[in-house]
Structures are given as structure tokens and as C-alpha cells.
């Protein structure tokens, strides 16, 4: 079964989406969700999708940043179990940023907008990731790659294909930015399989 087609960058935790969903978010987040197992998100199609982002400035990643933003994407998660479970449509609390800046900051952040700008740098190179080969081929590749796939599926129903492809579509038009820092590329590979299993348990 295909994954849900996502949009080139950032996959928004779900205390994110809450937030930015719920409220106006200041800071540099996120651009738009990806389209393979291992980057971004998209809602679920039943559910609003938050509202864009500014596309995060590209900067150049370091071990350290990668390993944070993988422990604290758990507390991150936790954080939107908690005030998400079985509540959809509800508002974000008003305390809701300040606790989205205290995780980031136990994890070495300035700040939650700070933890965005890496983890949009983070997703927007594992966009151009083959899940298959777990090598880099680029974002423009990896949408051919599964717009292929989805033509080829007999099994998937009809509505299903066309929503799908007609996303797919769309993200070829309006592609992700060129990668400014191509050492971040070896460095996401070496954090790819534990970037993926991240970024499958948000779908």
C-alpha cells in the first residue's frame, strides 16, 4: 500500500500541526509536507491541514542538531498525545507554545522556532531520499519514482489513484528548493534509517 503523497519539506509534529493549526506561529517553521515514508507529512483526508509556513532558511547540519531533533521529536510527540487524543477540531491550549519552547530547549534549542529551522533542513534532504536504496537521487526523482508506482497499482481504489496522482503532480510543478549545503546530505544518510522510522511513526 503507497504511502500518503506528501509535499517536499517538513513533516510537522503533531504538537506542531496543533499549533499551527490552532494558533499564528511567529517563527520560521515549516514550508509544505513530503511525499515518501520517510519525509513529511500531510494530513489525513478528513482532517484540515495547518496552514503553511514560511519556508525555513537552508543552513548547514551538524551531528549534534540531527541527534537532538530525534530525541526531541519523542518528547514532541508525547506533548500531542496528550492534548490531541481523540479531540479533533479542538483548539490549541494557550500555553501550548511556551511548552513547545521547553522541549526544545531541554534538547539544546533557542527555542521551538529554532528546532523548526533544523528540522526542515533535516526533512528537505531526506525529501530527495529512494526509501528503496536509502541513497540520495534528489526530490524531482523520488515523485517520478511514485508517480510510476501509482500508475501501476491495480489494486488501489480509483478515487484513491487520481487524489494521489494529482498531488504527485502538483509537488512536480512546484518543486522543493536546490540544496545550498551538500554536506548535509552524507550526514542525514548516516541518521537515514532512524530519520524514516521518525517520520512514519508522525504519518
Avoid: W
Avoid at 29 to 50: D, G, I, L, S, Y
Avoid at 80 to 96: E, R, V
Avoid at 132 to 143: I, S
Wanted: aromatic content about 6%.
Amino acid at each position: 500500500m503507497h504511502a500518503v503523497v506528501r509535499s517536499p519539506i517538513a513533516a510537522l509534529t503533531v504538537a506542531a500541526a496543533f499549533v499551527l493549526a490552532g494558533a499564528t506561529f511567529s517563527g520560521p517553521a515549516f514550508a509544505q509536507a513530503k511525499q515518501q515514508p520517510a519525509p513529511a507529512k500531510q494530513a489525513p483526508a478528513k482532517e484540515a491541514a495547518p496552514a503553511q509556513a514560511p519556508q525555513a532558511k537552508q543552513m548547514a547540519l551538524t551531528d549534534k542538531q540531527i541527534e537532538a531533533v530525534l530525541a526531541a521529536q519523542k518528547d514532541y510527540d508525547e506533548l500531542g498525545s496528550q492534548h490531541m487524543a481523540d479531540k479533533p477540531g479542538a483548539k490549541a491550549p494557550p500555553n501550548m507554545l511556551g511548552k513547545l519552547d521547553d522541549i526544545a530547549k531541554k534538547h539544546g534549542f533557542a527555542n521551538y522556532a529554532d528546532f523548526a529551522i533544523v528540522q526542515s533542513n533535516i526533512e528537505l534532504v531526506m525529501s530527495g531520499f529512494d526509501p528503496k536504496t536509502k541513497t540520495y537521487v534528489g526530490p524531482e526523482a523520488v515523485l517520478k519514482q511514485q508517480l510510476a508506482e501509482i500508475q501501476a497499482d491495480k489494486k488501489m481504489p480509483a478515487a484513491e489513484k487520481k487524489e494521489a496522482l494529482a498531488d504527485l503532480n502538483q509537488a512536480l510543478k512546484t518543486p522543493p528548493p536546490a540544496l545550498e549545503y551538500k554536506a548535509n546530505i552524507d550526514l542525514v544518510g548516516k541518521y537515514y534509517d532512524k530519520l524514516a522510522a521518525m517520520m512514519k511513526e508522525d504519518e
